[in-house]
């Protein structure tokens, strides 16, 4: 990965180097640096941030909407089962996208268990910890590239 070394993001919203970000990222359980770097070089430092953003808009969003299917303020069982799916199941490409490859595969194993069950009865436990990751998640991305909401 010294061939990153070098690369500095930045312009007039903010200047850090992808190694810096990187490294910050890296605190997130399961980051895998290399599709991160893969998606810089592939596509640039605009549209990395960019879809950065827009990713963590929607861990903000889903982890309000799942925390609010957990707590029924949405109506019935169904519908939020259906919500959590949806929530879950929308961020587990990006994720991978991004990097964090274990987050999105344990968006995905939740997508998938809980639309199987039909309900979170059995898997409450599971969604109140995808959540904490969520939200960890998003806090990690915050720090690593504190200026992110200037790409919305």
Request: proline share 1%; charged share 30%; hydrophobic share 35%.
């Amino acid at each position: 990965m010294s061939e990153q070394a070098g690369y500095r993001m930045g312009d007039s919203k903010q200047n850090f180097s992808i190694e810096e970000v990187s490294n910050v990222l890296g605190r997130h359980e399961g980051f895998d640096r290399e599709s991160f770097f893969n998606l810089y070089e592939d596509t640039g430092e605009e549209t990395v941030m960019r879809i950065m953003a827009h990713f963590n808009q929607n861990l903000i969003e889903a982890s309000r909407n799942i925390k609010a299917a957990l707590v029924n303020e949405h109506g019935n069982e169904s519908e939020n089962v259906e919500n959590i799916w949806k929530w879950a199941h929308k961020i587990a490409g990006s994720a991978a996208l991004l990097g964090f490859k274990s987050y999105g595969d344990e968006s995905r194993e939740l997508s998938k268990k809980i639309r199987d069950q039909q309900s979170f009865a059995d898997c409450k436990k599971q969604v109140e910890d995808y959540l904490k990751k969520t939200k960890a998640l998003s806090q990690n991305i915050e720090e690593a590239m504190p200026s992110l909401k200037t790409y919305l």
